[in-house]
């Protein structure tokens, strides 16, 4: 699935294909995907706006408009294509089809259907769902470890399903709280309340740089993630033990194990990770 890395290179990638073009039509192929407005409004007030800017906060793209944004998740597998017009197009997984005023369409394909789209003014989407709910990025100043204290003060949660909570830091998915995890030496089931200010201060510190380095390598193709834009990822080469079930921890040759955590899978080495 898509993360802040990947959800980056596509917006890079998209920018400059796409500003300064004019939206001339629009066709919705699931209904159920536009959360905000209804159907009718969305497309009476996209058709004729001018894309000026792609911008992103965590895993959300936000299209700047004329006079709305619109904001789209990704969710587990939503992916966009640049296509001229009359290319052929498998409409099994097309959900929606932007016309742009230069031959080319801008088409979302989601096999899983989970993704969304939510049309707001530029002056109210800052206030409202999704956007309101997105927490500050590692690398945000307001993220420090007093935060964090602040944060999870009382709860019994397990890092893994806090660090996965869009809500307090955003950003992270399931591929990279694995990898942070790890390079904290941190286990993956410690519960937040044992966290000291050491673990704290590693879990953000890590975060920011690992998060970093994968939008530098254009994020991590796996599974069933790859950029329709013909972009590729490489930071899955990297990885130290996510998708590494089985095989020798690369710093103590002890083995990497599996678990399920909140019903997701988690990777972690015992060894490194221990268990508080």
């Known amino acids: 699935m898509p993360e802040l890395p990947e959800v980056e290179t596509v917006r890079k990638t998209l920018e400059p294909l796409l500003i300064n073009h004019k939206i001339i039509g629009v066709r919705i192929l699931l209904n159920k995907v536009i959360k905000d407005p209804d159907i009718l409004i969305f497309k009476k007030r996209i058709l004729n706006q001018t894309i ?22 990704l969710r587990m597998e939503g992916k966009y294509y640049y296509q001229k017009q009359d290319d052929l197009i498998n409409w099994k997984h097309v959900l929606l089809v932007l016309d742009l005023d230069n031959g080319y369409q801008l088409r979302y394909h989601d096999t899983r259907r989970f993704g969304t789209f939510h049309l707001q003014t530029k002056t109210t989407y800052q206030s409202l769902k999704p956007y309101i709910n997105i927490g500050p990025e590692p690398w945000s100043q307001e993220v420090t470890s007093d935060y964090l204290k602040n944060k999870w003060k009382n709860k019994k949660q397990k890092v893994k399903t806090a660090l996965l909570d869009q809500t307090t830091i955003s950003g992270l998915g399931n591929i990279y709280v694995d990898e942070v995890l790890f390079a904290a030496k941190i286990h993956p089931e410690t519960t937040v309340n044992k966290l000291n200010n050491q673990n704290l201060t590693a ?16 994020g991590s193709t796996i599974a069933t993630y790859t950029s329709s834009l013909g972009v590729r990822g490489s930071f899955q080469d990297y990885l130290q033990v996510h998708m590494r079930v089985n095989q020798q921890c690369f710093t103590c040759k002890n083995i990497i194990q599996k678990s399920k955590v909140n019903n997701r899978g988690t990777y972690f080495c015992n060894h490194c990770q221990v268990k508080k």
């Open 203 to 218: 879990i953000i510190s890590n975060a920011s740089k690992i998060l970093k380095l994968s939008i530098e390598l254009g």
């Open 52 to 73: 000026r800017q792609v911008q992103r906060k965590a895993k959300l793209l936000i299209f700047v408009l004329d006079d709305d944004v619109l904001l789209s998740h």
